[in-house]
């Protein structure tokens, strides 16, 4: 596990707004499409407006998400519209590229929305997954204390009770979380800060879900100054 750190939220998020373009362009150059998971999350998508073309081929990357607020396609809380009014929309992603998770009112109930969504996801580990950080160590739609920390078969399921509203939600689970290149988890401000210590230090997957992720090749906390004031350093 890597952890870097920047000395404001602005220079975090054009950061990751350069590594997201490195990575994928990265990927490109070696023949094959990125898969990424994108996240919602106020340093996410700061970041995300930040991007710019770069040497990519935005008609070939394949985006999913790692949660997402169930409510209907469009509205203004859900991760998937505001990625898509970020960035995606911008650079041309093409509609077949975008991998949105089931809304409300397309005829699903939840656990039925989180087992298709399961079902399309690709076999091989994901080239990138992206995480955003609650102030209560949540990542995705895991939160602390809940009984989908544990889930070992599900790659996704419904959350009917989330304590940052909306309540339903459906979220990838560790297991397919964990199956990743790259996991970088991206997080500012000092609200963040005691999640990130305890992420770094004593923290378990119930008391702080953020501890539970890392990615087969790389881990990556990416962080500003206040993200990370509370971290203690051996
Ligand atoms: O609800 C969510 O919250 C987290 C973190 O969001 P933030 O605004 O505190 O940065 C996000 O990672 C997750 O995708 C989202 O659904």
């Known amino acids: 596990m890597t952890t870097e750190v920047w000395p404001t939220a602005e220079e975090l998020a054009a950061i990751i707004a350069e590594r997201i373009t490195e990575k994928i362009a990265a990927v490109q150059r070696e023949g094959r499409t990125p898969t990424i998971v994108l996240t919602g999350g106020t340093i996410a998508i700061d970041a995300y407006e930040q991007i710019q073309d770069g040497d990519v081929d935005w008609t070939n990357v394949e ?3 790692g949660d997402e607020r169930f409510v209907p396609a469009g509205d203004a809380d859900r991760n998937d519209q505001q ?3 970020a960035f995606l929309d911008r ?9 949105a998770m089931p809304a409300q009112g397309a005829g699903l109930e939840m656990a039925e929305a989180a087992d298709q969504y399961a079902a399309s996801l690709p076999a091989e580990p994901f080239d990138l997954v992206l995480l955003g950080v609650g102030p209560d160590g949540h990542i995705a739609s895991l939160f602390p204390g809940h009984p989908q920390l544990h889930e070992t078969k599900r790659l ?18 560790y297991p397919a979380l964990r199956n990743a290149q790259s996991v970088w988890l991206i997080v500012a401000g000092e609200g963040k800060a005691e999640a990130v210590a305890r992420a770094h230090a004593h923290g378990t ?4 879900p953020a501890s539970g992720v890392q990615g087969l090749t790389e881990t990556v906390w990416l962080l500003d100054v206040a993200a990370s004031s509370l971290i203690v350093t051996a």
């Open 205 to 208: 997957i119930e008391d702080t």
């Open 91 to 99: 650079l041309g992603v093409p509609a077949e590229r975008i991998h």
């Open 83 to 85: 990625a898509k009014d």
């Open 156 to 173: 996704a399921v419904e959350v009917f009770d989330s304590p940052k509203p909306p309540p339903e939600r459906i979220s990838l689970t």
């Open 63 to 65: 985006f999913y998400w």
